[in-house]
Structures are given as C-alpha cells and as structure tokens.
C-alpha cells in the first residue's frame, strides 16, 4: 500500500529560527505553532525549538496538548479564553491568554484562580479582527492593570493587516498608531510578523512573532522562502502507481477536461483532494519525479491525480513523486492554485504520514 508522506526537516526548521533570531537580535521570539505547527507537527516543532523564548498557538487545546507532552516554555493561547473555566485552566496550566474584549476582563475581574495569569492586551490598529479600539486601550489597560488576577506587567500588541505589501503605507500608520497609543503603557510590545521580521526593522520591539518564515516559506508575493535565506521545511512526496500509454485523443480524467495532444505516457499518483492537494489547481501545475518536471493533466481526484509523462519517459510504478518541497517550493504550487503556501502546509489531512528527516 502507497502511503504518501510529509518528511519535515528539523535541521532546516533550526535553521530558519536562526535566522528569525538574525533579522531581530534585540527582541525576544514568540513561535507560532498554530494549526498543528501549520502542519508540521505541534509537539515535533516545539521540541525542536528549545530557545525559542514563547510558543503561541490558537486555542487553549493545542496549549494543553504541549504542556502535557512536558514543553515548559511560556505558551501564549491567541484567541484568548470565552469562558470562566478556559480561564482557570490557563491558571492551572501556567499558560498567558490574549485579551481582545471587555468580557474577557470581566471574567478576570470576578474569577478566583489558582495563580495570576500573564495577558496579552490587544489593540486594533487596522487589521479589522480582534482587539480593543485604540480608543478604548487605555481604560483595557487599567483595568487589567488593577485587577489581582493578571501578573504585571501586561504585555501589549497587535497585528499588521498587508505587512507582506512592501510598498504599502498601512503598515507604516498601523505602527505608529500602536506606538501612539501605548506609548504611557508599561510592559513588552510586539506587533512584527515574519513579513515584518524580514523587511522592517523599525517593527521588532520587545518581542516578534514568527509564522511561515520558521516553515520555510515566504509572507512575499512572488518570492520563494530560499530567496530570503530560508530553508524547506516540508517535503510531501507519494509514488506514481500506474504508468500507460494512452493513444491521441483519449480522455484523462473525470470530465474529459483533457485530451492527449498525441500517444504519450500518463502517469497516476497515489495523491488528492482527500490528502490536501488542491481539486482547484491550474491545469499544468508541476510535480518531480527524477528531478523533472512532469505537469498535471485532467482534474484532481479524491486520491489521485494524473501527469504527463512526456518529460521523464523512463518513468516507472513505484517511483517517487514531489508534490512540494525540496526542488519544487511550496509557494509555487500555491500560486497555482491561487491560494498561499500557509492552506498548502496546514491542509495536509490525517492520511498523509509525517516523518522526521
């Protein structure tokens, strides 16, 4: 049975951290294992990464799963708690909350807990999503910081809506909207992502919270993650299961969308929507097989797709197959499927075997 994997680099990840840490020596490094460490693997990456200073992740059940596989590290949940006993169980598991709402602080304010908790005050300077108005930062921030539930002092940020459009001056007015708000505020500030990270300088702070840069790809439209120094992280590779001639004019695939040009070799790929390869994807997207470049032809399947073989002719059952990765970058496909090498990394579904290399 052919059974596709995902062979994750820990090297390549080490690397990239380093190179977090190079962009932005000054501040401290935050993590982002959302998404099952966008489909690396939460714990895996989290072990892998002992000097990052925090992790963070979405909700208080990844949180959970890191504390008890015995990660010590200070774990920032980013949605924050929406009820009183989600904030006893950040009390009781020494976990830091981010706190976008007035009723977030009225739990605070009338919960007991076993501890006093380290929040994250966020603040919307432009993204349109969670956080309080930067008219009503202040009154957050002293309520939070008089309330005995919240260890001081309280952290501050916020999130870049378009940091990865160079060119664009909201990211500039975002910034100074952050700094002009909480410039009376005690306590570290981070508002950088990795696209920040790596082009402005100016947004580091006290402490950056790196994403798909650690996984190897780019927050740049256009650019590929090795241009920036980065290395792969993920490579998800299958086997071609069934190589054929098909004669000029036969069909491949479901709705005849395609038709051989003349008598060619076709090759079938244990791979489909149903282990996270687009159904969406432009026709003549590539995979790697020997080093070559074969293009898909005819829809994607629920577990498989099909390529022309007419650039690697000696190809054969059993022979390996590169969705992504090493010598085909992620953001490659992405952009084939009009989408972002993020949906790619953290799409990958349960039938997909992660391996450590």
Known sequence: MVTPVAEINLGALQHNFAVVRSCAPHSKVLAMLKANAYGHGLVRVARALPDADAFAVA?????????????????????????ANELQLLAEYDLQSIVHSDYQIDYLENTPLVRPITVWLKIETGLGRLGFLMTDAKSAYERLMACPQVAKPVCIMS???SAELLDNPKTVQQLARFQETTQAFEGPKSIAKSAAIMAIPQTHLDWVRPGVMLYGGSPFPGEIGLSRGLQVVMTVKSEL?????????????????????????????????????????????????????CPIIGRISMDMLTVDLRPCPHAKVGDVVTLWGEGLPVEEIARCANTIPYTLMVGLTRRVRVVEK
């Open 59 to 83: 909700r208080l059940d990844e949180a959970l799963i890191l504390r008890n596989a015995g990660i010590t590290q200070p774990i920032v949940v980013m949605m924050g708690f929406a009820k």
């Open 159 to 161: 999130h870049f809506a």
């Open 241 to 293: 299961i069934s190589v054929k001639k098909l004669s000029t004019g036969e069909t491949v695939g479901y709705g005849e969308t395609w038709r051989c040009e003349a008598n060619m070799p076709v090759g079938v790929v244990s791979f489909g929507y149903a282990d996270g390869y687009p159904r969406h994807i432009t026709p003549g997207a590539p995979v790697l097989i020997h080093g070559v470049r």
